[in-house]
């Protein structure tokens, strides 16, 4: 079993070897059922807290209007701008925008392969550190609530569970991570699969 606590640099040194140093270009991972053309570059930022008690994910509970993924749990993110010169400026951008955090306070450790979902976006997940004290303030027309999840929990394979949908025809497979009263799918809860699977193929901590 994968454990994490920020009083280890093993086992955060073991978190930035499982990521790409830089965006991966050929490298990607791709919900049931994508296709792999006319997707829409976006960028997300996966936080890590680094709390006393170990390590935890920020996510955000999108507002209920919203057009895209309405109530659903996301990282802090969006499309690419022109304005834009990297994936990690978008999502620091977007971070800003959407809950108030400030760059001075990131670390970014690295790169996940990007991410393709069936809604027409193909992601890249900008993986950082962030220190405590911190303020965030969420823009309310976007963001209901942000909360933190603990890395050990997410990272806990017990707690991934497989499930099914119709969708435009088709059985279509996706993993959620129930928390609470948080319920954890879709592209979220996808990306933090993925980093999952990264840690678990890089080795275990010592």
């Known amino acids: 079993m994968l454990s994490y606590s920020n009083r280890s640099d093993i086992e955060l040194e073991h978190l930035r070897l499982a990521l790409f140093p830089e965006p991966a270009r050929t490298v990607f991972v791709a919900e049931d059922g994508v296709a792999d053309e006319n997707l829409t570059p976006a960028s997300v930022l996966f936080p890590i807290v680094l709390r006393a ?59 996940l392969p990007e991410y393709r979902t069936g809604t027409g976006f193909r992601v890249t997940p900008v993986v950082a550190l962030l220190r405590p004290p911190f303020d965030l303030s969420p823009d309310a027309e976007e963001v209901a609530e942000i909360f933190e999840v603990p890395l050990a929990f997410l990272m806990d394979p017990s707690n991934h569970q497989q499930h ?43």
Request: charge should be negative; hydrophobic fraction near 35%.
């Open 53 to 111: 008690e170990g390590p935890s994910v920020l996510l955000t509970q999108r507002t209920d209007h919203l057009r895209d993924h309405p109530g659903q749990i996301s990282f802090p993110g969006g499309r690419v701008e022109p304005e834009d010169v990297s994936p990690a400026d978008t999502a620091l951008r977007e971070a800003n925008e959407e809950i108030g955090l400030s760059s001075e306070h990131v670390e970014i450790v690295g790169y």
């Open 164 to 206: 099914q949908m119709h969708h435009r025809g088709k059985l279509r497979t996706y993993v959620a991570m129930p928390y609470g009263d948080y319920f954890i799918w879709g592209a979220t809860a996808g990306i933090i699969a993925t980093l999952y699977r990264a840690l678990t193929q890089s080795g275990e901590p010592a």
